[in-house]
């Protein structure tokens, strides 16, 4: 079964960091393009970050650029999103997503920063 | 950025009857060298993450039954459920993948008259 789980999320103090990871299982990670998505409470998606397979293609959305990098370990089948600088306005479920596409999800990790 | 803009915001269709939600992209999304469009559509349930539905406007993902229909070309494009299922309760997003940032639409929330 084609599957991502995220982990990391909790609750942080505004200006603090977070370290998500994003485990895949049921295909050969190495080969696809992935993301992070997040979901402010109430409000739709929004697209995070994109790294190709191989690392060297990376895009941020503005509002998370300089403080947020992605990442990923291929022979862990791991993907990982290091947040610093946290905001108020960073608090939402995170996603990670495969593919250009957003084909598979997760089932998200909650970040809540608040203090 | 793309803007794309969904409409309705909300609506409701009896039982088997149709519904159509329509995704408006502030600037072209069809790549002409391939003669895609990159838009997609997805479908979120209550406590679930989004779920692709559609993808190249067009193209359904496998899984997904055939009374989702995805048209459109440019900067107009439209989901229909050609026949509503109570299944179908969901709120529904279009996303542009042709340019970075890629961007959804606000969403529309779909009920049962």
């Known amino acids: 079964e084609v599957q991502l789980v995220e982990s990391g999320g909790g609750l942080v103090q505004p200006g603090g960091s977070l370290r998500l990871s994003c485990v895949a299982s049921?295909?050969?990670?190495?080969?696809?393009?992935m993301n992070w998505v997040r979901q402010a409470p109430g409000k739709g998606p929004e697209w995070l970050s994109y790294i190709n397979s191989s690392s060297n293609t990376i895009y941020y959305a503005d509002s998370v650029r300089g403080r947020f990098t992605i990442s990923r370990d291929n022979a862990k089948n791991s993907l990982y999103l290091q947040m610093n600088s946290l905001r108020v306005e960073d608090t939402a479920v995170y996603y990670c997503?495969?593919?250009?596409?957003?084909?598979?999800w997760g089932q998200g990790t909650t970040v809540t920063v608040s203090s | 950025d793309i803007v794309m803009t969904q409409s309705p915001d909300s609506l409701a269709v009896s039982l088997g009857e149709r519904a159509s939600i329509n995704c408006k992209s502030s600037q072209s999304v069809l790549y002409n060298s391939n003669n895609k469009n990159y838009l997609a559509w997805y479908q979120q349930k209550p406590g679930q993450p989004p779920r692709l539905l559609i993808y190249?406007?067009?193209t359904r993902e496998s899984g997904v039954p055939d009374r989702f229909i995805g048209s459109g070309s440019g900067t107009d494009f439209t989901l229909t459920i050609s026949s509503l299922q109570a299944e179908d309760v969901a709120v529904y997003y279009c996303r542009q993948y042709y340019n970075n940032p890629w961007t959804f639409g606000q969403g529309t929330k779909v009920e049962i008259k």
């Open positions: 190249w406007a067009s």
């Open positions: 049921g295909f050969t990670f190495s080969d696809y393009n």
């Open positions: 997503a495969r593919n250009r596409t957003l084909d598979v």
